[in-house]
């Protein structure tokens, strides 16, 4: 069946859900408070970089089932389900998680509710905020007891995020369990399509389904540390922290995903999310319990650093030297930078005097706007052009093909930092090439 939805927030989650929910069946109506980005999806443009979002987006819009809009009243007006999927992010001098945009959206759409509603909300929050803000939905909202919340996590991946929204390997929603019953209701009448393909569909409180989130990535976040942490160890015995994760990988509790060394994590949420953590564990007095994750945002720092520091070695000093740094975005198949270790270290780089230019296939302009005095190149080669050290900084497939042959010619010096230990480093070495892994061959 049908539902009449409105998304809040068009960003990687709000975009993708909204476009996910047309695909659904539903009829769809994204809500931002940014004009020119409502303008762009109204046309049927992804303002980022998603792959095969484009084409879904543009489906629906030219089906109809799917419109953009700045207006709260028609969102309001328009549907019965309405989904919060705005940003949650770090707080500025702090580790908190900034819940305005979450807040504005409940002030706005809540005072507009006059008949039965269901608020869902997908955002990332410190446990304890669905409560509170059912509470605040009940006093605001005319049509009160009949206006209902569920928190209802998101665990999509960027460059995933279409295939993650339509296959979801689970569903999680928070009830209020002093009021079950009718929340559910609504979200298996929305999930009816994948809750038939028997995806799990867990049920539970709104402080646990908050929690899930969190945890998850914590796990994830610990997962790369850890493996990362190992890769240190390697550094300093001559071992091979990749082999070391297939062997570890093949006991199935412990498993090959995420023990990939390298330049860590980054990204709109493992950084920020663990910090957020952080920050409630210490307002609810059980700081100790998640002290280990301070450890864990430090190793993962630590691998920038010691790249920059890894490439000064190499190069006998960084004053002058020109180095390609290939990538910027903090993962391949997106051209999201925030907190990205590629950019990181290219800028690190740069403040110790190297030369650097910079080239990734999808986030060089979003690069420049926060590093505008890096040089940005509109190919790899391009780049490496008389480089004394080439640094693969994100694993784009386009950089894990180059030929390490037809590079030599190119560069000034065949050097290379292996940051994602994602080249075949024998072709490399047998080129001619210096390289350097992470947690491997003298890294
Ligand atoms: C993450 C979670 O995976 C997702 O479930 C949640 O909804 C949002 O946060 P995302 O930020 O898109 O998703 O990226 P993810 O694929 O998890 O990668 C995060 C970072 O970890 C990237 O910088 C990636 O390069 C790094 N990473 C990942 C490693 O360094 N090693 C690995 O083995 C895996």
Not at 33 to 60: M, N, Q, T, W
Not at 224 to 239: L, M
Not at 302 to 329: F, N, P, S, Y
Request: aromatic residues 6%; charged residues 25%; glycine residues 10%.
């Amino acid at each position: 069946m049908s539902e009449r939805i409105s998304v809040f927030g068009t960003g990687y989650l709000g975009a993708t859900h909204a476009a996910g929910m047309a695909e659904l069946g539903h009829e769809v109506i994204g809500v931002d408070i940014d004009p020119a980005k409502i303008a762009r999806l109204s046309a049927g443009e992804v303002p980022f970089y998603e792959p095969g979002l484009p084409e879904l987006l543009k489906r629906h819009v030219d089906s109809g089932r799917l419109r953009f809009t700045t207006d709260v009243h028609d969102a309001a007006e328009f549907a019965d389900v309405h989904f919060i999927g705005v940003g949650t992010p770090q707080v500025r001098g702090g580790y908190a998680a900034d819940v305005s945009q979450v807040e504005s959206v409940i002030e706005e759409l809540g005072p507009l509710l006059t008949r039965p509603a269901t608020i869902l909300g997908k955002s990332t929050v410190p446990v304890g905020t669905a409560e509170r803000l059912a509470a605040r939905l009940r006093e605001i909202a005319p049509a009160g007891d009949e206006v209902d919340l569920g928190w209802n996590p998101e665990f999509l991946r960027e460059g995933f995020a279409v295939q993650d929204t339509l296959r979801p390997d689970r569903l999680v929603l928070g009830i209020d369990r002093d009021r079950p019953g009718r929340v559910e209701q609504v979200a298996r009448r929305v999930y009816a399509a994948m809750l038939e393909r028997d995806t799990p569909f867990l049920v539970t409180d709104y402080a646990t389904s908050e929690l899930v989130k969190v945890s998850a990535n914590a796990f994830l976040a610990t997962k790369i540390s850890f493996i990362n942490a190992i890769a240190e160890v390697c550094e300093a015995t001559g071992a091979d922290v990749r082999d070391l994760a297939d062997a570890i990988g093949h006991d199935e509790r412990i498993g090959r995903k995420f023990l990939g060394a390298g330049l860590g994590f980054g990204g709109g949420c493992l950084p920020k999310d663990i910090r957020a953590f952080m920050a409630r564990a210490g307002e609810l007095g059980v700081d100790q319990a998640l002290a280990f994750l301070r450890e864990v945002d430090g190793v993962n720092m630590r691998r920038r650093e010691h790249a920059v520091t890894l490439a000064e070695r190499m190069l006998g000093g960084l004053d002058g030297a020109r180095i390609a740094v290939l990538g910027a975005a903090f993962k391949p198949d997106s051209d999201d930078i925030r907190d990205s270790p590629a950019l990181d270290v290219a800028g690190g780089l740069h403040l110790r005097g190297a030369k650097v230019v910079v080239h990734d296939p999808e986030a060089n302009a979003n690069a420049a706007r926060i590093w505008p005095t890096l040089t940005y190149a509109d190919d790899a080669l391009e780049a490496c052009r008389d480089a004394e050290l080439v640094i693969v900084a994100t694993e784009w497939k386009q950089f894990r093909t180059l030929d390490p042959q037809a590079l030599t010619s190119i560069v000034a010096s065949p050097r290379v930092i292996d940051g994602r230990n994602c080249l075949p480093s024998e072709d490399w070495i047998e080129a001619g090439w210096e390289y350097r892994g992470m947690g491997r061959l003298a890294g």
